[in-house]
C-alpha cells in the first residue's frame, strides 16, 4: 500500500471539514438555503478558496448525497459481515453497526442486523437521512448515472442481502404481484438487480416492501413524530414491529422463538 502524502492527507482532512461544516448548514437551514458562502465561513475560508474543493452548489449537494448512501451502505454491509469501502476511500469514521451477524448466523438473525444498522445510521446521522429522504431539494436535479445513484444501488445490495438469502434458502413470502403497466413492469426488473442477481419481480416487490416498513418507523422516529410517546428513542416499537416482519416474510414461524432484548430465548 502506497503511504499517503501530506498534501494528499491534508485535503482529505479539508474535504471531511467541508462535509461538516456542509451538513451543520443543512442542520441550521436546510438543503433549500445551502450556501457555499456561508460553508466558507463557517470553515474559515474564502468563497473563492472553496472552489479549489467543489465547482457548485449542486456539486457539493452530490458530494454529501453520495457519501451519505455510501456511508449508509457500508453500515448495513458490515452489519451482515461483508467488509466496506477501503479506509482510503472514506473520509468518515469506520462502520460501527449495533449487531453484527456474518454468513454463519441466523437468517433470521442477518435480517434483524440489517434492520437495525438501518436505523441506528438514521437516528445517529438525522442530518443526513433528511437530505437523502426528506423533501425535494427545489432545482438540484442528481446527475443521470452518476455517484447518488451509484451509491444508492449500493445501499439496495446491502439492505437486500439476507432477504435474496431466504428467497434463495425458500423461506421467503412473497407479496402477490399486482397488476404492473409495462412501464412499471420494466422498471422494476430494472431495480431487481441485487448482489449481481436478477430477481423474480415478487421477490423484488417483497423486497421493497420490507424497506418500505422499515423505513417508515425509522423516519417518524428521526422527524420526531413519536417522540411524545418514546422521548428516549423507539427501539422497542421498531424492535417489536421488525419481529412481526420477520414472521410477515417468512423468515421466522408464528410460533418460533425469538430473543428478547436481553438476548435470551422466548417463545412469542
Known sequence: MVAEGRRDAARRRTMAELDA?????????????????????????????????????????????????????????????????????RDRPAPDPPVVAAGGAALADRVRA????????????????????GDPIPGYAAPPGGVTVEAMGRVGSALGAPIVEAWLAGRLRTLPLPDLDPEQGERLAEMAKVADRELPPEVSLSLLAFWGRLHGQVSLEVFGHHRWLFPDGCEPLFRADLEAMLRDLGVVAEDAEQPDEDGTQVRR
Open 114 to 133: 440489517v434492520a437495525l444498522a438501518y436505523r441506528h445510521w438514521g437516528v445517529t446521522h438525522p442530518q443526513e437521512f433528511g437530505l437523502l429522504f
Open 21 to 89: 461544516a456542509a451538513l451543520a448548514e443543512v442542520h441550521e437551514h436546510g438543503a433549500v438555503a445551502l450556501s457555499l458562502r456561508r460553508v466558507a465561513r463557517r470553515m474559515g475560508m474564502s468563497p473563492a478558496g472553496l472552489y479549489r474543493y467543489v465547482d457548485s452548489r449542486e456539486g457539493l449537494l452530490t458530494r454529501l448525497i453520495a457519501g451519505g448512501y455510501e456511508d449508509l451502505a457500508d453500515h448495513l454491509a458490515v452489519a451482515t459481515g461483508a467488509e466496506p469501502r477501503p479506509a482510503a476511500d
